[in-house]
């Protein structure tokens, strides 16, 4: 292992050397995935600069120019496994693989949500069994489609984007609703939740107990949520709500 001595030496003896070398990494990054463009600019950008830095300026930027790379990668990596998974899920999408990363990419850019947080939702949301055109809806909407609905609501909740979708997939199970219901579910209690004095958990709480005998009355979850929001303002929340909505349909 190089002593720091010797790597400070290696630094000075051809700044020019090492400048050049980092620019043809640079080159190297590009050529590898188009998707890194916006990597390899930034460090083209930064060799710039270490003519004029000096060496001790340079081997800090190239500390932080690693350090940059390497989350950076981390963070694609992870985002293309998700996609891969997504893609497992559904059956080979085809040249509706690049429309649905496009989808997540936009909704994300519209959220508070990173894009590999988005697509672990929209892999849970896959794995619930909704189609491609559910999951995207029109790909110039960024609130259309479950993804689009699942990021408003979890965003509204002030939550996990992957909870909220939990959460949306036990609405659609307990009023026995099918799965393309799905955006329906969420804009339901979106609605209700910041319309009344109740939040995301404790509504899905009480949905949970109320949901499969309000069904089986014939009440909508549309007034099921309604009934929830109401006991909330009222203070009664969660499974206390759920739970005394249930015994009132019984009686």
Do not use: H, Y
Not at 34 to 43: A, D, F, G, M, R
């Amino acid at each position: 292992m190089s002593k720091l001595s010797d790597i400070g030496v290696n630094l000075s003896l051809n700044s020019k050397q090492f400048t050049a070398g980092l620019m043809a990494a640079g080159k190297g990054l590009d050529d590898v995935s188009k998707k890194s463009k916006n990597l390899s600019n930034t460090l083209g950008n930064m060799t710039k600069q270490l003519a004029k830095v000096g060496v001790a300026g340079a081997s800090f930027m190239l500390f932080a120019t690693g350090g940059f790379l390497i989350s950076s990668s981390k963070t694609f990596i992870a985002f293309e496994e998700k996609l891969v998974k997504i893609n497992a899920i559904m059956g080979d999408l085809g040249t509706n693989a690049p429309i649905l990363e496009r989808k997540i990419r936009d909704v994300a850019k519209a959220s508070r949500f990173t894009a590999t947080e988005t697509a672990q939702a929209a892999q849970v949301l896959a794995l619930a069994g909704l189609e491609f055109d559910e999951l995207v809806g029109d790909i110039g909407d960024d609130s259309s489609g479950a993804i689009g609905a699942l990021s408003m609501f979890a965003e509204a909740a002030g939550g996990d984007i992957e909870m909220a979708a939990g959460i949306g997939i036990a609405g659609v199970k307990a009023f026995g609703l099918e799965i393309e219901d799905m955006t329906r579910v969420f804009n339901v209690m979106t609605t209700v939740f910041t319309g009344s004095f109740t939040d995301v958990m404790s509504l899905g709480q009480a949905m949970k107990f109320l949901g499969p005998t309000a069904n089986a009355a014939g009440v909508s979850i549309e007034e099921a949520a309604s009934a929830v929001g109401a006991l909330g303002n009222a203070g009664i929340q969660g499974t206390m709500a759920g739970t005394g909505l249930r015994m009132a349909i019984n009686k």
